[in-house]
């Protein structure tokens, strides 16, 4: 295995999915989620953003247009994940997808992070998350990291509100 480290600044920058159906995508991307359209390429692509940045996610149908999605067990994405800078913030995200009675798969806590699963308009996973202070961390008796999943107490998260 090689010694080679990436650097720990190193982020991920953003996420490029192919959809279906470019309107139905920017409704639940830009309307449920609240993220901003920053841009579009004709009518076949989109860019979003949070807080104006040229873009978290972008959006395609270049090689998708009403195509259908992937095999569940097949190879590709298994979800994109938004991180929330609050808990606060991921509670109203959850409220909101609770008052539009919007699909929800799963909330679970993994120690290190809370997070609401759901799926997009095209089958494509997605993770609302927060991440816990690191010095709230589970950690071994080793020091290795003890990431877990737990039911989440959504009722809990809620009381943010």
Same mark, same amino acid.
């Given at each position: 295995?090689?010694?080679?480290?990436?650097? /720990?600044?190193?982020?991920?920058?953003?996420?490029? =999915?192919? +959809? $279906?159906?470019?309107?139905?995508?920017?409704?639940? *991307?830009?309307?449920?989620?609240?993220?901003?359209?920053?841009?579009?390429?004709?009518?076949?692509?989109?860019?979003?953003?949070?807080?104006?940045?040229?873009?978290?996610?972008?959006?395609?149908?270049?090689?998708?247009?009403?195509?259908?999605?992937?095999?569940?067990?097949?190879?590709?994405?298994?979800?994109? /994940?938004?991180?929330?800078?609050?808990?606060?913030? =991921?509670? +109203? $995200?959850?409220?909101?997808?609770?008052?539009?009675? *919007?699909?929800?798969?799963?909330?679970?806590?993994?120690?290190?992070?809370?997070?609401?699963?759901?799926?997009?308009?095209?089958?494509?996973?997605?993770?609302?998350?927060?991440?816990?202070?690191?010095?709230?961390?589970?950690?071994?008796?080793?020091?290795?990291?003890?990431?877990?999943?737990?039911?989440?107490?959504?009722?809990?998260?809620?009381?943010?509100?």
């Amino acid at each position: 295995m090689s010694d080679y480290k990436i650097p /720990a600044s190193t982020s991920i920058g953003h996420v490029h =999915l192919k +959809v $279906a159906d470019l309107n139905r995508s920017l409704n639940f *991307y830009c309307e449920i989620l609240g993220f901003e359209l920053m841009t579009t390429y004709g009518d076949q692509a989109a860019f979003i953003s949070a807080g104006g940045y040229h873009h978290h996610i972008g959006l395609n149908t270049w090689q998708s247009l009403n195509g259908s999605p992937p095999p569940r067990n097949s190879t590709g994405l298994f979800h994109t /994940a938004i991180l929330y800078p609050s808990r606060k913030d =991921l509670a +109203v $995200a959850v409220k909101r997808l609770i008052d539009l009675k *919007y699909p929800i798969d799963g909330a679970s806590d993994h120690g290190v992070s809370e997070a609401i699963y759901l799926r997009d308009p095209d089958q494509n996973g997605v993770e609302l998350y927060r991440d816990r202070p690191k010095k709230e961390w589970p950690i071994h008796e080793d020091g290795s990291l003890n990431m877990y999943t737990r039911a989440l107490d959504v009722n809990d998260l809620l009381k943010e509100l």
